[in-house]
């Protein structure tokens, strides 16, 4: 329950300790709320971490209106050096990105996003858009791409909404990333029977690329760690509508 009314500041991980909030709060999410796993969960300091984190920025979302301004949100983020150093992007592993760097653009993955559930459904997602915004901006324009998730992995149950967002969100040719590996699944190529129930049944966070101009890679790819169905999401701040752009960075937060 929040205290206080929420005061939100973003910013950019700035020490080890500032990680290690960011890694708590995805414990938080990922592991004790929907169930995930991996090698590199520690269950003893109640952190979800992987190899790719020391080679990121991880961007903090803070409520600081309440005591001690505690880490409400968060996201990774791995520009095309940082992946180098790291051995590749994390969404490499699901999905063929080659087409992201041939557009010869920079590039910026997108991960972990998270937020405490008192934060959701409000404007604390929009606090970290609006930041992603300006960094994409100070970036050159950078094409943001990550990996996005329906809980569950029972690829057959999520057709519909896969379905439909083949049929109207699928990305351009040049930005189209495809899903390679042994837990790749197809995207139904016919829409869906009920297009109400296919957009009811497609999360919050992907409804949200999308009403900012995001589109989809090809196929979907199932994460047992996890416990997930991912797609892979593309937003190009090229493409984006002015409409977009303002709901990106709206004027109060910028």
Do not use: W
């Amino acid at each position: 329950m929040i205290e206080a009314s929420p005061v939100f500041r973003t910013r950019l991980a700035a020490s080890l300790q500032d990680v290690a909030a960011a890694q708590r709060l995805r414990y938080d999410v990922f592991v004790r709320e929907l169930g995930a796993g991996g090698g590199l969960v520690d269950h003893t300091a109640r952190r979800e971490a992987d190899h790719y984190d020391p080679f990121a920025d991880h961007l903090l979302l803070e409520d600081t209106a309440q005591p001690g301004s505690p880490v409400v949100g968060a996201y990774r983020l791995m520009s095309a050096e940082q992946a180098a150093r790291a051995g590749g992007f994390s969404a490499a592993a699901e999905f063929d990105l080659s087409p992201l760097p041939a557009t010869g653009r920079p590039v910026l993955e997108l991960g972990r996003s998270c937020l405490l559930p008192a934060y959701r459904g409000g404007p604390a997602m929009m606090h970290l858009f609006a930041a992603l915004a300006r960094i994409a901006a100070d970036r050159g324009d950078a094409i943001l791409f990550g990996v996005a998730s329906f809980h569950g992995t029972d690829a057959g149950a999520l057709s519909a909404p896969l379905a439909y967002l083949r049929q109207h969100h699928l990305a351009p040719a040049h930005l189209r990333t495809r899903a390679q590996g042994p837990g790749a699944a197809v995207m139904p190529s016919q829409p869906p029977a009920d297009r109400k129930a296919a957009l009811r049944a497609i999360p919050p966070l992907i409804k949200a690329y999308l009403r900012l101009g995001g589109v989809v890679g090809e196929g979907a790819c199932v994460d047992s760690d996890f416990n997930t169905v991912d797609v892979c999401m593309i937003l190009d701040p090229a493409l984006m509508t002015d409409a977009q752009r303002a709901r990106a960075l709206p004027e109060r937060m910028r």
